[in-house]
């Protein structure tokens, strides 16, 4: 039983879904929510606070000197210590914050079986006790690189590897994942890898 459920009386299957950079996060959720399946994306919760909550934007303009989501990341992604330490500072603002938000989600839509929220950051966050499962979307890192530089045009693909590589790797988040998806080819392959998932948890919760 996930931390998020644990309080309500009907409990549904909350599914941790998560992937580096890249790898299809927003696509799978997609797919989800196109069989009925109710998902929230953790980013889009961030982007919400970031427009919304005065004391998040006093403290990102106290520490960051802007509201702008690329300036700040300009400052939190990459390998030197600086970098690490406010992207730490960061995620110890925003977490408790997101967290909130979801389990007013969650209690929002008791009533379904499954439910997704999408957590690019899912490890590096140690929410692993937030799930009941938790589905990993595997991809190649050329793949990776492709795909945002199609997504970004602006971004040098010194930045691109400093956002991959502030990422734990895929291979130690692939060992902590009870479900993995690659999906380094097309979308009708990995749409039908998400409805072979769908179907076994329902047959799971059936049981």
Not at 59 to 86: M, V
Not at 176 to 195: G, M, P, Y
């Amino acid at each position: 039983m996930s931390f998020l459920t644990s309080d309500l009386a009907k409990k549904p299957h909350l599914i941790g879904l998560t992937g580096n950079i890249g790898s299809g996060k927003s696509t799978a959720a997609r797919f989800f929510e196109e069989e009925g399946i109710p998902s929230i994306s953790s980013d889009a919760i961030v982007h919400k606070l970031y427009n919304s909550d005065k004391d998040l934007q006093e403290f990102l303009i106290k520490e960051y000197g802007s509201l702008d989501r690329k300036i700040i990341a300009g400052q939190i992604f990459g390998e030197k210590n600086e970098q690490k330490a406010k992207r730490k500072l960061l995620e110890d603002k925003v977490h408790p914050l997101v967290e909130e938000k979801l389990k007013e989600w969650v209690k929002e839509n008791a009533n379904s079986p499954i439910l997704v929220n999408d957590v690019p950051l899912l490890f590096e966050a140690h929410l692993e006790k937030r799930f009941d499962s938790i589905v990993f979307i595997q991809v190649d890192k050329s793949v990776q690189i492709e795909r945002l530089k199609k997504r970004n045009p602006e971004m040098g693909e010194e930045e691109i590897l400093n956002r991959i590589n502030s990422q734990m790797s895929q291979e130690e988040k692939i060992s902590k994942s009870d479900i993995v998806i690659s999906n380094n080819s097309s979308l009708r392959e990995f749409r039908a890898k998400i409805l072979n998932v769908i179907q076994n948890l329902v047959n799971q919760n059936k049981k």
